[in-house]
């Protein structure tokens, strides 16, 4: 009998990349004054249709794309991080990931309750 299903696989990729995402937003906001480092970051949409559709063909999903974030202001020292910007992307995901996390509590809840069920 198998307790894991496609949903939590999915809700799994999800919190995965949704860390991801905090751990790119970590570095940026650690590199703020280092000069010449460029913001990185991910699509997080494109990256979690991709990884949703691996799982649904029954393969195992690739790691996200990181890649350099276009159109910031450069900073005379080469620098390109805004604060404010790495701030929101933060709090997206934290967003995302607490949402990722009550939708897992739920399944999982719901799978106790049927394995509780024969006992009452």
């Known amino acids: 009998m198998e307790l ?3 949903l939590n696989g999915e809700l799994s ?6 860390t991801r995402q ?3 937003t970590a570095s ?4 703020i004054d280092t ?3 460029r913001a990185v970051g991910m699509d ?5 249709r991709q990884a949703m559709g691996a799982i649904e063909a029954g393969e195992r999903p690739r790691d996200p794309r990181v890649k350099q974030v276009d159109g910031l202001i450069v900073r005379p020292d080469g620098n390109d991080v805004s604060m404010d910007r790495e701030s929101l992307n933060l709090a997206e995901a934290q967003l995302r990931f607490k949402t990722g ?9 719901e799978m106790m ?3 509780h069920a024969d006992s009452k």
């Open 113 to 115: 309750n049927a394995i």
């Open 101 to 109: 996390v009550a939708l897992l509590k739920g399944q999982f809840s």
């Open 22 to 24: 905090i751990q790119l």
């Open 35 to 37: 000069p010449g480092y």
């Open 28 to 31: 940026n906001m650690a590199n």
């Open 44 to 48: 997080f949409e494109a990256e979690m």
């Open 13 to 18: 990729r999800y919190l995965d990349m949704n």
């Open 4 to 6: 894991t299903g496609t």
